[in-house]
């Protein structure tokens, strides 16, 4: 049973547009969320985090955004820039973790963004 | 990505054979985790190590699975008797401090198994 959930495996904007990404978890214990963007044959490069006591984050044209009850995050990018498109993952993580389990990230599938100049 | 180097990029083996995936991170770094991508899924958790010690492998899938870091440095990912099921790329990440506790993941490695 996944435990972090991207819905939408696909979404296509247009160039100067608002993407809007979104991720739902089911295991309220995650209290830490990534965004991961990921380009074909590279590894996947942080792009911006949320701890759980907070329901925004913002850094530059990204913004994250927390729904603790609903149990559900959402990464905003405006304007949506062509270099933009790539697959973007939603990743949590237990802080602390459990004994030996130091760190571990549980990911989604991936959506993969398009954004079309 | 910067700070972790991962060979080969591409591996090919014919099932059943064995094959060992390097990952060399900048120095310095006390974790290290790998990672399994299938396709088309997210990566998924292997194993995790702080220094020389393998603190957390309970992602590992079989027992054909190992992994080691003797010098705490250079990490190795060895698959013994490859099957199909174990065509994926395989993901090396270390901690990076001070960045919303992101990870810093290499390139990877892709393993086809024919």
């Known amino acids: 049973d996944q435990q972090v959930k991207q819905n939408s495996p696909s979404l296509s904007v247009q160039e100067g547009r608002i993407s809007i990404l979104n991720c739902d978890y089911t295991n309220s214990m995650f209290d830490y969320f990534l965004w991961y963007k990921k380009y074909p044959a590279e590894g996947p490069t942080f792009l911006i985090s949320i701890s759980s006591i907070k329901d925004k984050n913002e850094d530059g044209r990204f913004t994250v955004f927390l729904n603790k009850s609903a149990k559900h995050l959402s990464l905003h990018i405006v304007p949506s820039q062509p270099g933009d498109s790539a697959v973007y993952f939603c990743?949590?993580?237990?802080?602390?973790?459990?004994?030996?389990?130091?760190?571990?990230?549980?990911f989604g599938k991936g959506t993969k963004l398009s954004v079309k100049p | 990505g910067a700070g972790v180097s991962q060979s080969p990029r591409y591996k090919v083996a014919k099932r059943g054979q064995d094959v060992a995936l390097r990952c060399d991170p900048i120095s310095g770094h006390v974790s290290l985790f790998w990672y399994q991508q299938a396709l088309g899924q997210g990566p998924e958790f292997l194993t995790y190590f702080q220094n020389e010690a393998q603190l957390d492998k309970s992602g590992l899938p079989s027992d054909r699975f190992f992994a080691e870091r003797p010098e705490g440095s250079v990490s190795t990912l060895k698959i013994q008797r490859t099957q199909q099921e174990d065509s994926a790329v395989y993901l090396c990440a270390i901690k990076v401090l001070g960045r919303g506790r992101g990870y810093t993941f290499g390139s990877g490695t892709r393993l086809t198994v024919v």
């Open positions: 990743a949590a993580r237990f802080t602390p973790p459990p004994v030996g389990s130091q760190g571990n990230l549980i």
